[in-house]
């Protein structure tokens, strides 16, 4: 203790409560104190016990802290932050925060050096010392918690975030070294470590350590990646740093780390499905709401991880000037992760019990749905679609990135892996189609369908079109016919007295996802614009739009979720500025045949004659439309099959609709439950049919919260109006036998089925025990699709007529 009383001088007991200082003067008198008695500390720490050591030195820390704070409330000048400077005290802090390995000391040493970074005051940001000072600290310091852990990368940000303002300070930060200068541009890179891609930790160790903290979680993670996209974007004004990065393992470090988290994505996981209240309103009215693909996957953290760090990517594209450190980071992205990784992810998937396309398909689908960088999006599809590649420009480039290519190259030479020429992302989803897992179907919809609304660019790489049939103009009479035509294979699917309203909005949707259509770029990067014409026809022998029409044929007996996304391919194709009805939807022009009138100068005659419908012959048939009609006349035969089959199906559209209205008291609900209905929200085309896309075509997206919900059978009962008095025995009896019929197989199977002979029972068993069975209630769920669906389909087909002007008058 005798020694502790001469360093304070005196005091009888060290208050941890900081003297006042009034003036300026006073307060770097008291700065200098504490200054002097952490230096005696650090020279004295072996003398006293260890605790009281770092209680002192903690205490010392906080009151500098005080008084830097208490001075940057006051007007300049700022003589204590001056004096920190000058006396290097910082170096002092770092030391005896290394020391005593105490979180307090460490938290006081983060706060010293974040206030000094603040004050802008020379000597100090700008200072080699400093500079060392502060590396070593966060570099050395014990990460005892998150909390410190974000603290110390938060140093490294505002160090980026100066550096960024101030390129003048990069020099304390930045000591690369100097490199003989090469004979000429294109001699040979030198051998040992003068090689694209050397690890120089020692040159720039604030980069390798915001590196090191990119890809965690939380506060350190953000404040890693924001102040590593200041030093990139810094390199726009700095050559030597420019020069570093190309020839760094930035790159390497980038893709590498990506791909690393790529790696670790392991078989999807799906949440239980036992309770109701987890699933939306549709699936629960259906036979598969305990189902896998009842809700969308559960991607654990280590896809939260990775997709951080994609978008950490993309950030970085985004915000780098340098062109040569964007195609080099482009380059290695390409290379040591889309060829060596991803794609042969997509070619070693299996679709077997248990295999991986399902998850890789997905995976891919929330890449492409999260990302929309061009360049990013461009290299991914136009490698994992076998595009032809661009003519190069012949462009300037510098020396070292010359040998980042080289090494690249070499790098891609090494590892040999088969090329998307031979089996690209289409052919994974041609297959993804066609196969017998409901999941991977699912998951191979959702990725059309991302790849239709968000990089329509790619659209008709991944959906083929005929380059030499362009559009053509129908007259305003074909297209009245052909609307009438829709409305009444809709119309005889539903009686649905509020067919008006319902289709006000269809048309309200359709055109403000048309009217956004027209902002966008109309070729992709390898078309020529202006000798392009648009829209162009389906190419109706395209084995994907084939397979699209074979998931068509099963509509009744698909789950409600395959429906839904299958529909949702549909209407983004529709709704695509790049495809044109003509074929598919509607008949093509050329096939019309106008009823036959005079010719004649009179104007108005030409009006009336545009407003004629034409004849087309049969086999002009829109192949989507005619697949349509076979699904109405199939519900059309059980509408005359089954006499209560039309107010079945109203029923079951009015309780998908419950949630859309304004919910009465109901004595299911409990008091404390909050209503299932919300704010209802127009819905843009549908993508996946998860909980915000099932809105669409008038579905309801919203979950059934009740905790007393009933079953989809016992909803089924619920539409029912019920006695306000309670429930006879008839009516329990009633209820239960419409329970039962609605949990029947539908259609009901022959009464009085032939046997199978002896040769083919063995193999005629298992075609029965795969036959898709559905019940009656899930064929009336999947018809109310049809018919929201078909008015959905129709809306978009009157708007395309006048906002794209595919319906006019002859000249």
């Known amino acids: 203790m005798d020694f502790w009383s001469r360093l304070i001088g005196g005091s009888r007991a060290l208050s941890n409560k900081p003297s006042k200082a009034t003036s300026p003067t006073e307060r770097l008198t008291a700065f200098k104190r504490a200054c002097n008695a952490l230096q005696q500390i650090w020279r004295s720490t072996n003398t006293p016990s260890g605790e009281q050591s770092v209680a002192h030195a903690r205490t010392y820390v906080e009151r500098l802290n005080s008084i830097l704070s208490e001075e940057a409330r006051g007007p300049a000048p700022h003589p204590c932050v001056a004096y920190a400077a000058s006396s290097q005290v910082f170096v002092t802090v770092t030391k005896l925060a290394l020391s005593f390995?105490?979180?307090?000391?460490?938290?006081?040493?983060?706060?010293?050096?974040?206030?000094?970074?603040?004050?802008?005051?020379?000597?100090?940001?700008?200072?080699?010392?400093?500079?060392?000072?502060?590396?070593?600290?966060?570099?050395?310091?014990?990460?005892?918690?998150?909390?410190?852990?974000?603290?110390?990368?938060?140093?490294?940000?505002?160090?980026?975030?100066?550096?960024?303002?101030?390129?003048?300070?990069?020099?304390?930060?930045?000591?690369?070294?100097?490199?003989?200068?090469?004979?000429?541009?294109?001699?040979?890179?030198?051998?040992?470590?003068?090689?694209?891609?050397?690890?120089?930790?020692?040159?720039?160790?604030?980069?390798?350590?915001?590196?090191?903290?990119?890809?965690?979680?939380?506060?350190?993670?953000?404040?890693?990646?924001?102040?590593?996209?200041?030093?990139?974007?810094?390199?726009?004004?700095?050559?030597?740093?420019?020069?570093?990065?190309?020839?760094?393992?930035?790159?390497?470090?980038?893709?590498?780390?990506?791909?690393?988290?790529?790696?670790?994505?392991?078989?999807?996981?799906?949440?239980?499905?036992?309770?109701?209240?987890?699933?939306?309103?549709?699936?629960?009215?259906?036979?598969?709401?305990?189902?896998?693909?009842?809700?969308?996957?559960?991607?654990?953290?280590?896809?939260?991880?990775?997709?951080?760090?994609?978008?950490?990517?993309?950030?970085?594209?985004?915000?780098?000037?340098?062109?040569?450190?964007?195609?080099?980071?482009?380059?290695?992205?390409?290379?040591?992760?889309?060829?060596?990784?991803?794609?042969?992810?997509?070619?070693?998937?299996?679709?077997?019990?248990?295999?991986?396309?399902?998850?890789?398909?997905?995976?891919?689908?929330?890449?492409?749905?999260?990302?929309?960088?061009?360049?990013?999006?461009?290299?991914?599809?136009?490698?994992?679609?076998?595009?032809?590649?661009?003519?190069?420009?012949?462009?300037?480039?510098?020396?070292?990135?010359?040998?980042?290519?080289?090494?690249?190259?070499?790098?891609?030479?090494?590892?040999?892996?088969?090329?998307?020429?031979?089996?690209?992302?289409?052919?994974?989803?041609?297959?993804?189609?066609?196969?017998?897992?409901?999941?991977?179907?699912?998951?191979?919809?959702?990725?059309?369908?991302?790849?239709?609304?968000?990089?329509?660019?790619?659209?008709?790489?991944?959906?083929?079109?005929?380059?030499?049939?362009?559009?053509?103009?129908?007259?305003?009479?074909?297209?009245?016919?052909?609307?009438?035509?829709?409305?009444?294979?809709?119309?005889?699917?539903?009686?649905?007295?509020?067919?008006?309203?319902?289709?006000?909005?269809?048309?309200?949707?359709?055109?403000?996802?048309?009217?956004?259509?027209?902002?966008?770029?109309?070729?992709?990067?390898?078309?020529?614009?202006?000798?392009?014409?648009?829209?162009?026809?389906?190419?109706?022998?395209?084995?994907?739009?084939?397979?699209?029409?074979?998931?068509?044929?099963?509509?009744?007996?698909?789950?409600?979720?395959?429906?839904?996304?299958?529909?949702?391919v549909f209407m983004s194709l529709a709704s695509s500025h790049l495809f044109s009805l003509d074929g598919w939807v509607l008949v093509d022009p050329n096939q019309y045949e106008a009823p036959s009138s005079e010719e004649t100068d009179d104007g108005f005659e030409d009006v009336l004659r545009a407003y004629q419908a034409p004849t087309w012959p049969p086999t002009a048939a829109p192949t989507l439309t005619l697949a349509l009609q076979q699904l109405v006349n199939q519900v059309r035969q059980w509408q005359q099959e089954l006499p209560d089959f039309n107010v079945l199906v109203a029923a079951r559209r009015e309780l998908l609709h419950q949630d859309d209205r304004p919910q009465t008291p109901d004595r299911s609900r409990e008091p404390s439950e909050h209503p299932a209905s919300r704010n209802r929200s127009r819905p843009s085309y549908p993508g996946s049919p998860d909980a915000s896309t099932l809105a669409s075509r008038g579905r309801s997206p919203y979950p059934a919260n009740s905790p007393t919900m009933l079953s989809s059978r016992d909803r089924d009962e619920s539409s029912i109006p019920p006695d306000s008095r309670g429930s006879s025995n008839a009516r329990a009896v009633a209820a239960e036998a419409l329970r039962q019929r609605l949990s029947m197989p539908f259609p009901p199977a022959p009464a009085d089925p032939q046997s199978p002979s002896a040769d083919e029972e063995s193999s005629g068993s298992e075609d029965i025990k795969d036959a898709p069975v559905a019940t009656l209630g899930h064929v009336l769920t999947n018809v109310v699709i049809l018919y929201e669906f078909l008015l959905e389909l129709s809306a978009v087909v009157q708007v395309r007529g006048s906002l794209f002007e595919e319906a006019g008058y002859d000249n």
């Open 101 to 568: 390995h105490d979180e307090g000391v460490v938290r006081s040493a983060t706060v010293f050096f974040d206030t000094l970074i603040d004050a802008e005051v020379d000597g100090v940001v700008d200072n080699r010392l400093f500079a060392r000072a502060m590396v070593d600290l966060v570099r050395r310091a014990e990460k005892t918690s998150d909390e410190i852990e974000g603290r110390l990368v938060e140093l490294l940000f505002g160090i980026a975030n100066n550096i960024r303002l101030q390129p003048g300070i990069l020099p304390a930060w930045f000591v690369p070294r100097v490199t003989p200068v090469a004979q000429d541009s294109d001699s040979q890179a030198p051998s040992g470590t003068e090689f694209a891609g050397a690890t120089r930790k020692d040159e720039f160790p604030l980069f390798y350590l915001l590196v090191d903290y990119v890809h965690h979680e939380g506060r350190a993670g953000d404040f890693a990646r924001t102040g590593l996209l200041y030093l990139i974007e810094t390199a726009s004004r700095s050559k030597n740093l420019e020069k570093w990065l190309i020839e760094s393992d930035l790159a390497t470090l980038m893709a590498t780390g990506l791909g690393a988290l790529y790696s670790q994505l392991g078989h999807l996981s799906f949440a239980p499905t036992t309770e109701d209240d987890n699933l939306p309103h549709i699936v629960v009215l259906s036979d598969h709401a305990k189902h896998e693909t009842a809700l969308q996957p559960t991607l654990d953290q280590t896809m939260d991880a990775f997709m951080s760090y994609l978008l950490f990517w993309q950030d970085t594209i985004d915000h780098c000037k340098s062109a040569e450190v964007n195609d080099t980071l482009l380059d290695h992205f390409q290379v040591l992760f889309l060829e060596q990784l991803l794609y042969p992810s997509l070619l070693e998937s299996s679709d077997v019990a248990g295999g991986s396309t399902a998850a890789v398909l997905t995976y891919m689908c929330r890449i492409l749905d999260s990302i929309d960088q061009g360049e990013l999006v461009h290299r991914i599809l136009h490698f994992l679609l076998a595009s032809s590649p661009q003519p190069e420009e012949q462009m300037d480039m510098s020396a070292s990135r010359r040998k980042s290519l080289n090494v690249l190259a070499a790098l891609a030479s090494e590892a040999a892996q088969p090329s998307p020429s031979l089996f690209n992302l289409r052919d994974l989803a041609l297959l993804g189609l066609q196969s017998s897992n409901c999941q991977t179907v699912l998951a191979t919809l959702r990725l059309l369908n991302t790849v239709l609304q968000r990089h329509h660019l790619f659209a008709r790489a991944l959906i083929h079109t005929i380059p030499t049939q362009p559009a053509n103009q129908r007259p305003v009479g074909a297209l009245n016919a052909e609307l009438e035509q829709l409305l009444v294979m809709g119309t005889s699917l539903v009686d649905d007295p509020t067919l008006n309203e319902s289709y006000d909005n269809y048309v309200a949707d359709a055109t403000c996802v048309l009217e956004s259509r027209l902002c966008l770029p109309v070729s992709s990067m390898d078309e020529d614009e202006e000798t392009l014409p648009l829209p162009l026809q389906l190419q109706q022998d395209d084995p994907i739009v084939q397979a699209l029409f074979g998931c068509l044929e099963s509509f009744f007996t698909n789950s409600v979720i395959i429906n839904l996304a299958l529909t949702g």
